[in-house]
């Protein structure tokens, strides 16, 4: 069913955020993974989150508010006003619609039949923990995917001086799996950005040399080992 204009214009706007993405996902990928597979686990972590837009659209602007940071009033002492962090998305997804987007997502990938191994493959790492070197195909597909995601969100974080940060956090956690730079990030943040607003083609860099990608990975026959958080 059509979406009311407004709700239509925020799905845009996740729709374009998918795709920066997806195409920084294909621009870091370790050598001789396929860029449509990694495209497409790209897509699939941020799945929850797509149908909630999509479907529940009113919804998601409560868990979009719920997300953003609040001010607390001064103390009867004088003190001064705290400033107080907002939920985390799968929290405020949680409080609103009694489930999270990561069980939304993982319900309708094994709907499809895909299998537990593409269902870990697709989960986001864990942003407060850091990341190992990867252990096989499925790690190093999470990971990139992971990585792709984190940078296309800190591609919208204002003031310049705070996206930078967010940058040399990503860079200094993917380091060992990815070995990637800020400098790498940068070049990739803005050729996804031409990518998304003009529909040409991202460049495609890419890194490590010595791994080598199977389709299959997306038939279930993928290992069920993952990047360890």
Do not use: C
Not at 67 to 89: D, N
Not at 188 to 209: E, K
């Amino acid at each position: 069913w059509p979406l009311r204009p407004e709700h239509a214009e925020v799905m845009q706007r996740q729709l374009d955020r998918v795709r920066l993405a997806g195409y920084a996902g294909q621009a870091l990928r370790p050598a001789g993974y396929d860029a449509e597979v990694v495209f497409l686990i790209v897509v699939l972590q941020n799945l929850g989150r797509l149908l909630v837009h999509y479907h529940f659209p009113e919804e998601a602007e409560q868990i979009e508010l719920l997300m953003q940071p609040s001010t607390a009033a001064a103390t009867a002492s004088g003190g001064e006003p705290v400033q107080l962090p907002g939920m985390t998305e799968n929290v405020a997804a949680n409080a609103v619609l009694g489930v999270d987007f990561d069980a939304l997502r993982n319900a309708v990938i094994r709907h499809w039949g895909l299998g537990e191994d593409v269902v870990k493959m697709v989960r986001p790492l864990p942003q407060e923990k850091g990341v190992r070197a990867a252990d096989s195909d499925a790690d190093s597909l999470r990971a990139t995917a992971s990585a792709a995601n984190e940078l296309a969100q800190a591609g919208g974080i204002e003031p310049p001086q705070r996206r930078s940060a967010a940058l040399s956090h990503i860079a200094a956690r993917y380091a060992r799996v990815l070995k990637v730079s800020v400098r790498d990030l940068r070049e990739t943040l803005q050729n996804a950005s031409w990518a998304v607003q003009s529909g040409g083609s991202v460049a495609q860099t890419q890194h490590t040399p010595d791994t080598t990608m199977h389709a299959d990975l997306l038939d279930g026959s993928a290992s069920s080992e993952t990047v360890q958080p």
